[in-house]
């Protein structure tokens, strides 16, 4: 398996990602930004949280599988939201738990980061998804 995925005692718990990824492999794979449009850029879920993170995961499947890897193959994600407060957060995993089975993302995730921004390239963005993977 060229990625393990672990949380090692001494590092905060309970999380929805592991803290750790160890990979091997030679070929990797960056997924740049994903937002919630579709392929002709129409805006998808406008005003909502929860169906933007959905569709920007969507995004980033398809970009994974044109590389031939999937969530499983992933080694880090990150996730920039706009004007982000901590009461946001359930809003957010109800996205990321709306499309865990139909992705079949891993749980929990892999690592994987939540950056707060003042905005995005477009100001109906709330959500934007990059992804590392890392294939044999």
């Not at 990625?3 to 309970?14: A, C, I, K, R």
């Amino acid at each position: 398996m060229p990625v393990q995925l672990f949380t090692p005692d001494g590092l905060m718990q309970p999380t929805p990602y592991h803290h750790v990824a160890v990979a091997t492999g030679t070929r990797h794979v960056h997924v740049a930004g994903q937002i919630a449009r579709d392929a002709q850029g129409a805006p998808l879920a406008p005003g909502d949280l929860a169906g933007q993170v959905a569709a920007a995961l969507r995004n980033t499947a398809t970009g994974l599988t044109a590389a031939g890897a999937t969530f499983h193959d992933v080694v880090r994600l990150t996730f920039y939201v706009t004007r982000w407060q901590p009461e946001m957060i359930s809003d957010f995993m109800a996205g990321v738990e709306s499309v865990s089975q139909e992705l079949d993302l891993p749980q929990p995730l892999p690592p994987s980061s939540l950056i707060g921004v003042e905005l995005l390239f477009e100001p109906d963005v709330l959500v934007e998804v990059e992804a590392t993977a890392v294939l044999d």
